[in-house]
Nanobody, 119 residues
Framework: QVQLVESGGGSVQPGGSLSLSCTAS???????????WGWYRQAPGKQRELVARITSAHNPNYADSVKGRFTISRDNAKKTTYLQMNYLNTEDTAVYYC??????????WGQGTQVTVSS
């Protein structure tokens, strides 16, 4: 059974930084390396939205709202994805979820981690 465990959320002042990580278990190296990692977020009263995604070829793409501020990366050997978040603002406050997916074969979610940006 695939499980994703996130860590690194917390509270920070505007302009600050946080780093999130998400580690998979219950999946072997090859199918994991062929999958896409994604970070999503959901703010109160809003729909879940894609923040960043990194493909099996390590190609990242970002939501316009985080471009230039957030960086997604992956380490297949550690079965982990990272989201470095810089220059955070109050609109980044949300629960952040990681996702590991590959077509219709794989689609797993982490439990979510709270990120709060406030002064």
């Amino acid at each position: 059974q695939v499980q994703l465990v996130e860590s690194g959320g917390g509270s920070v002042q505007p302009g600050g930084s946080l780093s999130l990580s998400c580690t998979a278990s219950g999946i072997s190296f090859t199918p994991l390396s062929m999958s896409t990692w994604g970070w999503y977020r959901q703010a109160p009263g809003k729909q879940r939205e894609l923040v960043a995604r990194i493909t099996s070829a390590h190609n990242p793409n970002y939501a316009d709202s985080v471009k230039g501020r957030f960086t997604i990366s992956r380490d297949n050997a550690k079965k982990t994805t990272y989201l470095q978040m810089n220059y955070l603002n109050t609109e980044d406050t949300a629960v952040y979820y990681c996702n590991l997916a590959r077509g219709t074969v794989l689609d797993h979610w982490g439990q979510g981690t709270q990120v709060t940006v406030s002064s």
